[in-house]
């Protein structure tokens, strides 16, 4: 008899009259949420302008998404193509089964397509919204919680998954609960990320190349627990193949850039200034003032026309000093003699 384990819930889906809601879904929506949020303070604080990330994100989510299904149905194909199975079912991403290898290559096109029709380097881009991505895996994976999948070897330990669903070839027992490791693996990546940025003043993509390699650490071990059916290629499942893969790409995009280009972007977003504030008249790239201030500018305008100096000539209605009516008298005298 177990004394102690994570439960895991009956249903994934509750009903509101006809409409459906799924927690698989609502993971993935707060993991959203909480990415452009994190996103947009991390954007502003690099000299950014409030809403960009989201305006970004508009692109990057939706093509985040589709590369995520497309990996998943490529790589486990035979969950609806082979025979017995309906193709259909591919389609129906509320059921589970979002890579994110492909979520993150296909998502970085859709950011390249957003940050490009602004004018912002994808680099300065990703390494503002990599803790918040980190911290939206972190919560997605509750969403297979919901659905009872992804779980891990047999165990007794205090903290086991139970499951209970016998649907799709699952045995109902004590599992250990890699969705919960990798949960709180991606919130320490996100909190690695945030620390290494402020200590080392990562730039040019630098903070999600960390945030890339950091990760596949943590799946690579994770993966290795999983009991799920998975394509194996010289003894090792598919997905730890892609993340040594990915990692190494990660490291070495790393040493080339610290070397390429030392330190981080001056300019994140043309035409704002001030940490996000622009406008007409403010800021230090502002027009007509370069933050100057009025007497300022004024003061430098009379200093540079000596005929505007005090004392070079004498003003409408004002009595000459002392030393200039003794020139004057001089040079009349002179001029009489």
């Known amino acids: 008899m177990e004394l102690a384990y ?14 459906p809601l799924r927690g698989y879904a609502f993971c993935i929506i707060i993991g959203v949420f909480i990415a ?38 490529i790589t486990d194909y035979e969950l609806y193509f082979s025979e017995g199975r309906d193709w259909v079912d591919a389609f129906k991403v509320w059921e589970g089964g979002l890579g994110i290898w492909g979520a993150i290559a296909l998502g970085a096109v ?19 919204v990599a ?11 509750w969403g297979n919680w919901f659905n009872q999948e992804l779980y891990g070897r047999e165990t007794h330990v205090p903290w086991a998954l139970h499951i209970t669903s016998s649907e799709g070839g699952r045995v109902p027992g004590y599992y250990h609960p890699t969705f919960l490791y990798e949960s709180l693996w991606c919130i320490g990546v996100a909190l690695l990320v945030i620390w290494a940025d402020r200590r080392f003043t990562m730039g040019h993509g630098r903070a999600f190349a960390l945030y890339v390699a950091a990760y596949c650490v943590g799946r690579a071990w994770i993966e290795y627990m999983r009991v799920d059916d998975a394509h194996h290629i010289l003894g090792l499942r598919l997905n730890d193949w892609t993340a040594l893969i990915v990692f190494l790409l990660a490291v070495a995009y790393i040493a080339w850039s610290a070397r390429k280009r030392p330190g981080r972007e001056a300019v994140v ?12 008249g403010t800021g230090a790239g502002a027009e007509g003032g370069a933050g100057e201030s009025a007497p300022a500018k004024a003061a430098d305008e009379t200093d540079d ?33």
């Open 6 to 19: 994570i439960p895991s819930p009956s249903h994934g889906v509750r009903y509101i009259g006809p409409i």
């Open 36 to 73: 452009v949020w994190l996103g947009n303070r991390r954007w502003v604080a690099r000299g950014g302008r409030s809403g960009t990330v989201a305006d970004i994100a508009v692109w990057a989510v939706p093509f985040g998404l589709v590369g995520g299904r497309l990996y998943h149905v």
């Open 110 to 128: 859709g950011a390249w397509i957003g940050a490009r029709r602004r004018g912002i380097p994808l680099p300065a881009y990703a390494d503002a």
């Open 305 to 337: 026309d000596p005929g505007k100096k005090t004392g070079d000539r004498d003003e409408p209605g004002k009595p000459a000093e002392p030393d200039a009516v003794e020139a004057r008298d001089e040079a009349e005298s002179a001029k009489k003699s």
């Open 269 to 280: 977003e043309p035409g704002v200034t001030d940490a996000g504030t622009a406008g007409p």
């Open 131 to 141: 803790p918040g991505i980190a911290l939206a895996q972190a919560m997605g994976r």
